[in-house]
């Protein structure tokens, strides 16, 4: 076998992983995410409208950047979680990821409509959740 045709062969191989992946990644794009228009706390069922509605919005900025949102401890406390300072919160999105922050967090973390997700302003963006479905007491 040539080296020309050896080469053909391998850069057809790495068409066809490329291929795969880009494929696996328009799929996992497609699978069915949580209802947005909810979030759940503490086992308790919030729209996310009522939410806004019920709560005062409070300015505040992060990483240089201005945003308006309701404070999470508000809520926790809507939801009856019975002595919240001594526990710890699993804060999950829509597509499954989740981030777990304590009560100081929650006191210092808004919920933000904007792409319905939580802010910690103290913490790394990493904690930043999006499509926000759920808070669980852990």
Not at 13 to 31: D, G, H, P, R
Not at 59 to 66: G, I, R, Y
Not at 105 to 116: C, P, R
């Amino acid at each position: 076998m040539t080296d020309i045709t050896r080469l053909n062969k391998m850069l057809a191989i790495v068409a066809v992983l490329i291929l795969i992946s880009s494929c696996s990644v328009f799929a996992y794009s497609l699978l069915p995410k949580g209802d947005v228009s909810k979030i759940i706390v503490n086992d308790i069922e919030f729209d996310w409208n009522e939410v806004f509605e019920d709560h005062e919005l409070v300015p505040f900025v992060a990483n240089d950047v201005e945003y308006e949102g309701v404070l999470l401890a508000g809520i926790i406390e809507d939801a009856g979680v019975v002595d919240p300072e001594s526990r710890q919160y699993k804060v999950t999105g829509s597509d499954g990821y989740q981030k777990d922050v304590s009560w100081a967090d929650m006191e210092n973390g808004y919920l933000v409509l904007d792409g319905h997700m939580t802010v910690f302003p103290e913490l790394t963006k990493s904690y930043w959740v999006r499509d926000v479905i759920g808070i669980g007491v852990v």
